[in-house]
């Protein structure tokens, strides 16, 4: 017997999620590492020494003192950046280091 299912995969997906919170938002922390490195590109990965989120708050290792400056002025501009990248509000702050 031929089942009819006729829930789309999204929906699928997004109860997934719904039931799963701690692995969306681990999904959800690992684009916006990938976005840093997408947004940003080579020229700040190289001085990019560690980037990992922790309680909504990216976290950034810089070697270079003269873009670290640059980017705390434009902080919030990074997080939209950002957030916009991952597709969702995934962090609400960025602190350089």
Known sequence: MKRNNTQKLGELLRDFFEDNTELYEKMMEIRIRRAWQEVFGPMVLQYTRNVYVKDRVLYVSL??????????????KLVKSLNDYAGSQVIRDIVIR
């Open 63 to 76: 070697t270079s003192s003269v873009l670290r400056s640059e980017l705390v002025l434009c902080r919030e």
